[in-house]
C-alpha cells in the first residue's frame, strides 16, 4: 500500500497537541490513526500520544489474519482499553486533569477497511474519483445541526465549533462508531484532524485527490491550504492508499 502521514504545528500555536501514524502488523495489514489532543497544551500532547503509542505497540504485535469481525473487535477493546488508561492518568496527575483526546483509527487489508472514531477528527473514503465522509462529527454543533437548530452555513462559521459531545479519556466508559467498508484497488482511506477540516472544504480535498500529482505532493498542499487559511489549529493527516507499494513508487 501506498502511504502518507503528516502533522503539523500551524501558524498560531506553540506546541502540537495531535499525533498519529501508519503502522504495520506482522501480517502486512495497515493502521492509520489521527488522535487531537485536548486540555492544555501538556495535557492534550499526554492524551494524544499514549493513545497513538498504545494502538501502535498493540497493532504491530498482531500475527493473525483478520477478518472484519476480528478487525473491528480488536479496534472496540482497543479503543475501550486505551480509553481506561488515559482516564486513570489524568486522575492520578494534577496536571493532567481534564485530558483527552478525538480518536479515529482504520485498519487496512487488501479487501476491507474498518474505521473507528471517537470526537470530530474525520475519515474519508476516496472511491472513484469521489470523496465520501464516512464519520460523523461527535460535537454539539454537528447535533445542533442534525436537528435543524444550524444550517450547515451556520455550523461552518459557529464560534463553538470546538465542543465535543465526544472524546477518549475524559470518561470512565466510552462510545466509539464503527463502520466496515469494501475497497478496492486505487481507493484510498483520508484521517484528518479538524486543524485541516476547518479549513479545506471537502470538495477542495476531492480536488486535490484528483490531481495527477504524488500522494505525499497532494497531502503537503491540503496541509499548506489549511496554513495559508489562518493556521490557527494543529492539522494532521493520513492517507492509506489500496495499491501494490511497488507502483506507489513509480
Given at each position: 500500500?501506498?502511504?502518507?502521514f503528516?502533522?503539523?504545528?500551524?501558524?498560531?500555536?506553540?506546541?502540537?497537541?495531535?499525533?498519529?501514524?501508519?503502522?504495520?502488523?506482522?501480517?502486512?495489514?495497515?493502521?492509520?490513526?489521527?488522535a487531537d489532543?485536548?486540555g492544555?497544551?501538556?495535557?492534550?500532547?499526554?492524551?494524544?500520544?499514549?493513545?497513538?503509542?498504545?494502538?501502535?505497540e498493540?497493532?504491530e504485535?498482531?500475527?493473525?489474519?483478520?477478518?472484519?469481525?476480528?478487525?473491528?473487535?480488536?479496534?472496540?477493546?482497543a479503543?475501550?482499553?486505551i480509553?481506561?488508561?488515559?482516564?486513570?492518568?489524568?486522575?492520578k496527575?494534577r496536571?493532567?486533569?481534564?485530558?483527552?483526546t478525538?480518536?479515529v483509527?482504520?485498519?487496512?487489508?487488501?479487501?476491507?477497511?474498518?474505521i473507528?472514531?471517537?470526537?470530530?477528527?474525520r475519515a474519508?473514503?476516496?472511491?472513484?474519483?469521489?470523496?465520501?465522509?464516512?464519520t460523523?462529527?461527535h460535537?454539539?454543533?454537528?447535533?445542533?445541526?442534525k436537528?435543524?437548530q444550524?444550517?450547515a452555513?451556520?455550523?461552518?462559521?459557529?464560534p463553538?465549533?470546538?465542543?465535543?459531545?465526544?472524546?477518549?479519556?475524559?470518561?470512565?466508559?466510552?462510545?466509539s462508531?464503527?463502520?466496515?467498508l469494501?475497497?478496492?484497488?486505487?481507493?484510498?482511506?483520508?484521517?484528518?484532524s479538524?486543524?485541516?477540516?476547518?479549513k479545506?472544504?471537502?470538495?477542495?480535498?476531492e480536488?486535490?485527490?484528483?490531481?495527477?500529482?504524488?500522494?505525499r505532493?497532494?497531502?503537503e498542499h491540503?496541509?499548506?491550504?489549511?496554513?495559508?487559511r489562518?493556521?490557527?489549529d494543529n492539522i494532521?493527516?493520513?492517507?492509506?492508499?489500496?495499491?501494490?507499494?511497488?507502483?506507489?513508487?513509480?
Open positions: 500500500m501506498n502511504t502518507v503528516l502533522t503539523d504545528t500551524g501558524k498560531v500555536r506553540e506546541h502540537n497537541e495531535d499525533a498519529g501514524g501508519v503502522f504495520v502488523n506482522k501480517t502486512g495489514d495497515y493502521l492509520a490513526v489521527v489532543g485536548m492544555g497544551h501538556q495535557a492534550g500532547d499526554v492524551a494524544s500520544q499514549m493513545t497513538t503509542d498504545m494502538l501502535r498493540s497493532f504485535g498482531l500475527n493473525e489474519t483478520l477478518t472484519p469481525d476480528k478487525a473491528g473487535k480488536w479496534l472496540e477493546r479503543f475501550q482499553e480509553n481506561e488508561k488515559v482516564f486513570e492518568q489524568a486522575g496527575n496536571h493532567l486533569q481534564g485530558m483527552g478525538t480518536l483509527a482504520v485498519v487496512c487489508t487488501r479487501s476491507f477497511i474498518v473507528t472514531h471517537v470526537g470530530d477528527s474519508y473514503l476516496w472511491t472513484d474519483q469521489e470523496l465520501q465522509l464516512k460523523e462529527d460535537s454539539l454543533v454537528n447535533e445542533l445541526k436537528s435543524g444550524l444550517t452555513q451556520e455550523a461552518d462559521n459557529h463553538q465549533k470546538n465542543i465535543l459531545t465526544r472524546a477518549l479519556g475524559t470518561e470512565v466508559s466510552l462510545k462508531e464503527q463502520t466496515v469494501e475497497w478496492k484497488k486505487g481507493d484510498a482511506v483520508v484521517l484528518c479538524d486543524g485541516l477540516t476547518n479545506v472544504t471537502d470538495n477542495e480535498i480536488q486535490t485527490l484528483s490531481q495527477q500529482s504524488s500522494l505532493e497532494q497531502a491540503l496541509v499548506h491550504m489549511a496554513k495559508d489562518g493556521g490557527e494532521t493527516l493520513a492517507v492509506v492508499e489500496n495499491i501494490p507499494l511497488e507502483e506507489g513508487l513509480m
